[in-house]
């Protein structure tokens, strides 16, 4: 996303922005999905300013639902688990979804790049990544 020079009206000329469309598996509840919401979004009206904002489709997940499932198999992962996230996956695709942030670190416990033709981004590996970046700075 680059941006141009000022226009002389003042307004930011823009080159044809090929802006992709992420798709968002929201956190375990609506708050925890709020800060992945909001930093997209700053982020590319910080890029691009004006009026811009993130081409985003976001799937936000029961939490209640899942607790239930939690409680029944203790921790463990199960088919059917899966299945419903490659599925989650597959309808944010049919939407328009180019590539998939998992909005909650346990989703990567559950699905992997291989049940996507999207890319998926794992928060797990990206905060547990940018701590030991950030760690071993000088």
């Known amino acids: 996303l680059k941006k141009k020079s000022q226009g002389s009206a003042g307004f930011a000329n823009f080159k044809a922005t090929t802006m992709k469309t992420i798709g968002l598996l929201g956190g375990m509840s609506w708050q925890s999905t709020i800060p992945y919401y909001r930093i997209i979004n700053e982020t590319v009206k ?35 688990s ?7 996956i597959g309808q944010l695709i049919d939407q328009g979804a180019e590539a998939i942030i998992h909005g909650c670190t346990e989703i990567s416990l559950l699905v992997s790049q291989q ?4 890319p998926l981004f794992d928060t797990t590996s990206i905060h547990a990544c940018s701590a030991a970046e950030l760690a071993l700075r000088s």
């Open 82 to 88: 899966r299945e419903q996230y490659r599925q989650i």
């Open 115 to 118: 049940d996507s033709v999207a």
């Open 46 to 80: 910080q890029q691009l300013g004006g009026l811009h904002s993130a081409k985003v489709i976001l799937y936000s997940v029961n939490f209640a639902e899942i607790e239930q499932m939690q409680r029944a198999v203790l921790g463990k992962v199960l088919p059917e």
